[in-house]
């Protein structure tokens, strides 16, 4: 049994969580997220907290455990507070602009990178940093690493875009080889 997934998940008085069939329902004050959940995998309502149990003993539902006791509380944690990922711009004339729901950056190509929000992903751009926030982790997570592909960071100069806390090992180049 998963130690991860036998933790209850607290919630707060103005969280409703509640299963519809198959599906989990999460509605905090900051929105509302829905998430399927495995057969394998049963989830308990029992007041002020959330438990996730094994409803069958396979291997299978066992590996479901303690994931979907993350994922249910990611969902929990995004409907009361929120998630936010900062993504820093590194570069002689790289920049961002957010236009209505449009992400536009200026990455050093011929042309800029116009990148369209999802809808519950809102964007702030204040000199080299953009910040994105929602309440849902896995969308949010892609789009950060979408946005982050458009220029990786490089090895040798390291521009690009990189994570906020992300560490860029450089490379000595043709001169440090001597």
């Given at each position: 049994m998963s130690r991860i997934g036998k933790k209850?998940?607290?919630?707060?008085?103005?969280v409703k969580v509640h299963m519809d069939g198959d599906i989990l329902k999460v509605k905090g004050p900051k929105g509302e997220l829905e998430r399927w959940i495995h057969p394998g995998v049963r989830v308990n309502v029992d007041g002020d907290q959330?438990?996730?149990?094994?409803?069958?003993?396979?291997?299978?539902?066992?590996?479901?455990h303690g994931l979907f006791r993350i994922l249910v509380a990611n969902m929990v944690?995004?409907?009361?507070?929120?998630?936010?990922?900062?993504?820093e711009i590194v570069g002689v004339g790289y920049r961002a602009e957010v236009k209505d729901r449009t992400?536009?950056?200026?990455?050093?190509?011929?042309?800029?990178?116009?990148?369209?929000?999802?809808?519950?992903?809102e964007a702030k751009v204040d000199k080299s940093r953009?910040?994105?926030t929602g309440i849902d982790k896995e969308l949010l997570g892609r789009v950060?690493?979408?946005i982050r592909n458009?220029?990786?960071?490089?090895?040798?100069?390291?521009?690009?875009?990189?994570?906020a806390n992300e560490v860029v090992r450089k490379k000595a180049g043709k001169a440090g080889s001597k």
């Open positions: 209850p998940i607290p919630l707060t008085k103005d959330v438990t996730v149990s094994v409803s069958e003993e396979t291997r299978e539902a066992k590996s479901f944690t995004g409907v009361t507070n929120g998630f936010e990922r900062v993504l992400a536009v950056l200026h990455l050093g190509y011929s042309h800029p990178v116009k990148f369209d929000l999802p809808e519950g992903i953009v910040v994105l950060a690493a979408k458009f220029r990786a960071p490089d090895s040798y100069k390291g521009k690009g875009i990189r994570y």
